[in-house]
């Protein structure tokens, strides 16, 4: 179960889409800049990013030299699919509804978009078939 101390405020989720959008190494110095239209300041980054840790949604993945002190650099350590799935399953719907919850996400989706999903699920049940036939 996705614990209550790891649910992510409004401003965590918006952090953490930065780091899922990027696909990059981040530093607080780059987030700052990255978060322009943002009140954030630096202390506040660093705040966020304390609690990220803690919640281990982003982890450090190395250092870069900012003028003339270190930076931690920082990743996401959960995809938004991951976080997204752990969201569905703190509220309660259970592992026998996730057919039931993915059948009524792709109702939710334009003709065309639904036909995509479809196809997608179909590959990855066939993938997930042959993984369990070769454990056998």
């Avoid at 304390?50 to 030299?65: A, E, F, H, Y």
Wanted: charged share 30%; aromatic share 6%.
């Amino acid at each position: 179960m996705f614990q209550k101390e790891k649910h992510l405020t409004n401003s965590e989720e918006d952090l953490m889409e930065i780091f899922w959008e990027k696909k990059e190494p981040l530093t607080s110095v780059e987030i700052l800049e990255l978060s322009a239209e943002r009140s954030w300041n630096g202390n506040y980054i660093h705040k966020m990013l304390r609690s990220l840790l803690k919640k281990d949604m982003i982890k450090i993945c190395g250092t870069v030299q900012c003028g003339t002190q270190y930076a931690r650099q920082f990743i996401p350590a959960v995809t938004k699919e991951e976080y997204a799935a752990k969201l569905v399953m703190s509220k309660g719907i259970e592992k026998s509804a996730i057919a039931a919850v993915t059948v009524a996400m792709v109702h939710e989706m334009d003709g065309a978009d639904g036909e995509d999903v479809v196809k997608q699920l179909e590959d990855i049940i066939e993938e997930l078939k042959g993984k369990g036939a070769g454990e056998k």
